[in-house]
């Protein structure tokens, strides 16, 4: 079993920047990849980035490409989604999410797999 639980959401600025982290918690957590997620209001949850669990893997959605920024510290057993450049189409809840491998990360949907509760992002114009 493995718990994730985010933090770092808020209200921002277009053209400002926020910083989510997801910590990780239980059994082999730490050697799991660790994605992040997003549903806007009235749309399907969507892939944005991946890390797998040695950092060597990393993996953006097109439209965050140049703007997102996904890291893991391995000794806190946290990832972070460092975002810049933030516009209001970026608005939404954002889900931190783990599995066995990168690809799986990708390929997950909700509600199979591990899931944190979520954290708010708003992005005003």
């Known amino acids: 079993q493995v718990q994730l639980v985010e933090s770092g959401g808020g209200l921002v600025q277009a053209g400002g920047s926020l910083r989510l982290s997801c910590a990780a918690s239980?059994?082999?957590?730490?050697?799991?990849?660790l994605g992040w997620f997003r549903q806007a209001p009235g749309k399907e949850r969507e892939f944005v980035a991946v890390?797998?669990?040695?950092?060597?893997?990393?993996y953006y959605t097109d439209s965050v490409k140049g703007r997102f920024t996904i890291s893991r510290d391995i000794t806190k057993n946290t990832a972070y989604l460092q975002m810049s450049s933030l516009k209001p189409e970026d608005t939404a809840v954002y889900y931190c999410?783990?599995?066995?491998?990168?690809?799986?990360?990708?390929?997950?949907?909700?509600?199979?797999?591990?899931w944190g509760q979520g954290t708010q992002v708003t992005v005003s114009s």
């Open positions: 999410a783990a599995a066995s491998s990168s690809g799986a990360v990708q390929s997950m949907v909700y509600p199979t797999g591990y």
């Open positions: 890390i797998s669990w040695t950092g060597g893997s990393i």
């Open positions: 239980g059994r082999a957590s730490s050697r799991y990849a």
